[in-house]
T-cell receptor
Framework: GAVVSQHPSRVICKSGTSVKIECRSLDFQATTMFWYRQFPKKSLMLMAT?????????EQGVEKDKFLINHASLTLSTLTVTSAHPEDSSFYIC??????????????FGEGSRLTVL | AQSVTQLDSQVPVFEEAPVELRCNYS??????LFWYVQYPNQGLQLLLKYLSGSTLVKGINGFEAEFNKSQTSFHLRKPSVHISDTAEYFCAVSDGGGGADGLTFGKGTHLIIQP
């Protein structure tokens, strides 16, 4: 199957700093990437949808100025958590959909990134 | 709008016993259905999917699922589980609209395998 790589897998940062998480599709071009947040023992919460070359679409309640998403190429999307606070600590997962899968909605997921803000 | 219901948040099963994880969906149009597995501190891995054709779908790790349109269900089954199957299982649905929407996920079922 298609491979999506996410980096870093774990990151610890101080409160007030910014953290960037990268999501790469390794063997296909991803026209659309999705960013999810997962709280402990909870399901995935869709944060935003990013399409290559255009602004991300954020879900209701997600601060777009805090969670900056850039999808500069068909193989890379980044999520930057700006001025991170302890409540931003969470597991962030990206997923990608390639063109052939657009009609079925099938997604390929990265390994996830655990962010801990001290 | 579509939704997915996984009634069981947690399912404990003894090793080598059979298991069924339930998933029901609601959608006003034709759907595509997926089961994903998530091991601790990892992303989601596709177990199997129903797109069209045979209603019985076989996936990886010995899992299978049956699409039942009349009951709007897509239950996941395995005849004999192993300790390594301990994980979180998510059912997801797409209406195949081809738009920018991601999948709609259920809340997940934690499968606990007991020795």
């Amino acid at each position: 199957g298609a491979v999506v790589s996410q980096h870093p897998s774990r990151v610890i940062c101080k409160s007030g700093t910014s953290v960037k998480i990268e999501c790469r599709s390794l063997d296909f071009q991803a026209t659309t990437m999705f960013w999810y947040r997962q709280f402990p023992k909870k399901s995935l919460m869709l944060m935003a949808t990013s399409n290559e070359g255009s602004k991300a679409t954020y879900e209701q309640g997600v601060e777009k100025d805090k969670f900056l998403i850039n999808h500069a190429s068909l193989t890379l999307s980044t999520l930057t958590v700006t001025s991170a606070h302890p409540e931003d600590s969470s597991f962030y997962i990206c997923s990608a959909r390639f063109l052939a899968g657009a009609n079925t909605g099938e997604l390929f997921f990265g390994e996830g990134s655990r962010l801990t803000v001290l | 709008a579509q939704s997915v219901t996984q009634l069981d948040s947690q399912v404990p099963v003894f090793e080598e016993a059979p298991v069924e994880l339930r998933c029901n969906y609601s959608s006003s149009v034709s759907v595509y259905l997926f089961w994903y597995v998530q091991y601790p501190n990892q992303g989601l891995q596709l177990l199997l999917k129903y797109l069209s054709g045979s209603t019985l779908v076989k996936g990886i790790n010995g899992f299978e699922a049956e699409f039942n349109k009349s009951q709007t269900s897509f239950h996941l089954r395995k005849p004999s589980v192993h300790i390594s199957d301990t994980a979180e299982y998510f059912c997801a649905v797409s209406d195949g609209g081809g738009g920018a929407d991601g999948l709609t996920f259920g809340k997940g079922t934690h499968l606990i395998i007991q020795p």
